[in-house]
């Protein structure tokens, strides 16, 4: 009996304090090889000091090692052309992945919905060269995209139903071995 009960409690505060855990997100942002990386808690706190990974897909190699500032950020400058996977991790084992493809998969898209030739002479006239243009674009709707990433968090984090729910099982899992050991009891 004083086995089950030990295994109960440990097993009890094992679970619920995972009910407490709170997911990690990363956002990519890619301006030609250069990539940022901003990665929050999903209760919008930065992952500080989250060792960062960034891995070749074709090879599977690790081609990027570093760690996020205070803020959750991370900088860097991607070796060459290609698909990456982005990995965070932090502390008590919270992870986020995100994917980022640099060069010719992801420049031949926004290529393809490049300025018409008169608006080209436009710019051009303006002394304002192309590149200019999407930093500044870029630069505008940063502030969109961390709106949309805290919008993200709030979806995706941990809810009350979700505690009571889990709760619940654990209830109804620990009262079926109860159940259990006490009808086995009676048997003997």
């Given at each position: 009996?004083?086995?089950l009960?030990?295994?109960?409690?440990?097993?009890?505060?094992?679970?619920?304090?995972?009910?407490?855990?709170?997911?990690?997100?990363?956002?990519?942002d890619?301006?030609?090889?250069?990539?940022?990386?901003?990665?929050?808690?999903?209760?919008?706190?930065?992952?500080k000091?989250?060792?960062?990974?960034?891995?070749?897909?074709k090879?599977?190699?690790?081609?990027?090692?570093?760690?996020?500032?205070?803020?959750?950020?991370?900088?860097?400058?991607?070796?060459?052309?290609?698909?990456?996977?982005?990995?965070?991790?932090?502390?008590l084992?919270?992870?986020?992945?995100?994917?980022?493809?640099?060069?010719?998969?992801?420049?031949?898209?926004?290529?393809?919905?490049?300025?018409?030739?008169?608006?080209?002479?436009?710019i051009?006239?303006?002394?304002?060269s192309?590149?200019?243009?999407?930093?500044?674009?870029?630069?505008?709707?940063?502030?969109?995209?961390?709106?949309?990433?805290?919008?993200?968090?709030?979806?995706?984090?941990?809810?009350?139903?979700?505690?009571?729910?889990g709760?619940?099982?654990?209830?109804?899992i620990?009262?079926?071995?109860?159940?259990?050991?006490?009808?086995?009891?009676?048997?003997?």
């Amino acid at each position: 009996m004083k086995r089950l009960m030990l295994f109960l409690v440990i097993s009890f505060v094992a679970i619920f304090s995972n009910a407490f855990a709170h997911k990690i997100t990363a956002f990519t942002d890619l301006e030609g090889n250069k990539l940022t990386i901003y990665s929050y808690f999903s209760d919008g706190t930065p992952a500080k000091h989250a060792q960062v990974i960034i891995y070749d897909e074709k090879t599977g190699k690790k081609v990027i090692t570093g760690y996020t500032d205070n803020e959750g950020n991370y900088e860097c400058r991607l070796p060459h052309t290609g698909k990456f996977k982005v990995v965070v991790n932090a502390e008590l084992g919270h992870r986020a992945v995100a994917e980022v493809s640099y060069g010719s998969v992801k420049r031949a898209a926004v290529e393809g919905i490049s300025a018409s030739k008169n608006d080209s002479q436009k710019i051009a006239r303006a002394g304002v060269s192309v590149d200019e243009m999407r930093k500044v674009v870029r630069e505008e709707l940063r502030p969109i995209d961390r709106k949309l990433l805290k919008i993200e968090e709030q979806v995706s984090g941990i809810h009350l139903k979700d505690i009571f729910g889990g709760l619940g099982w654990i209830v109804g899992i620990f009262g079926a071995a109860a159940f259990g050991y006490s009808f086995r009891r009676k048997e003997v």
